[in-house]
């Protein structure tokens, strides 16, 4: 089973990934902010990550920086799940350090399509 380390300050969009993830057979840990995911990530051991970009304490992008700056977690994909939508957003983000995007609201469907992409 494949874990998925969620970092996402809004519970109701956690509630959301959560359900659409274990529907699909994911096991499912949860941070408010990248500040907790950072935290977690050795206690969680996930294979995925999926961080919003707009969070208190640490955002996002943060969030990617920090997370990249440690070489333990090399090859660990980080897909962005954010409202950030407008032109150039997408491309903003994976310039960052992310490896995928997706924007709200989470639509089933590219989801599997960027999990299955970024766990092959």
Sequence with gaps: ???VLIAEDNPVNRELLRELLEARGYSVSEACNG????EKID???P???LVDIGMPVLDGYGFVRKFREN???Q???VLAVTA???QGDKQKILDAGFDG????????????KELARLLA
């Design 101 to 112: 995007y997706l924007s709200k609201p989470i639509d089933s469907v590219p989801l599997e």
């Design 71 to 73: 070489p333990k977690w």
């Design 35 to 38: 500040q907790e995911a950072l």
């Design 1 to 3: 089973m494949k874990t």
């Design 47 to 49: 294979d995925i990550l």
């Design 43 to 45: 206690e969680v051991k």
């Design 75 to 77: 090859g660990l994909p």
């Design 84 to 86: 950030y939508a407008m």
